[in-house]
């Protein structure tokens, strides 16, 4: 069994910046962010595999956030930079066995943590 635990949420201006973090109990190998807006599906934001060496992001994200994890401390982080007030959602820590986009192939998850930029 594996436990997710987010932080680093909070409120930022448009163009800030913001680090999310992800502490793991028990063995991760695949993990991933996802974000859920209010009335809107989890969305995918980014995703790493076991060794770091490999990531992915939507377009909507793709050059302001970065996913990156430190298996000597069982975390991983997401630097978000130039937010924008679309950014704004419950980010989501996820663990499973494969990197992908798709939710259904992550199976913990964390409690979430709120990001909202403001305008």
């Known amino acids: 069994q594996v436990q997710l635990i987010e932080s680093g949420g909070g409120l930022v201006q448009a163009g800030g910046s913001l680090r999310l973090s992800c502490a793991a109990s028990?063995?991760?190998?695949?993990m991933g962010w996802f974000r859920q807006a209010p009335g809107k599906e989890r969305e995918f934001v980014a995703a790493i595999n076991w060794s770091g060496i490999n990531a992915g992001y939507p377009d909507s994200v793709k050059g302001r956030f970065t996913i990156s994890r430190d298996n000597a401390k069982n975390t991983m982080y997401l630097q978000m930079n130039s937010l924008k007030p679309e950014d704004t959602a419950v980010y989501y820590c996820?663990?499973?066995?494969?990197?992908?986009?798709?939710?259904?192939?992550?199976?913990?998850w964390g409690q979430g943590t709120q990001v909202t930029v403001s305008s």
């Open positions: 028990g063995r991760t190998y695949a």
């Open positions: 996820a663990a499973g066995l494969t990197a992908t986009a798709r939710v259904q192939d992550f199976d913990y």
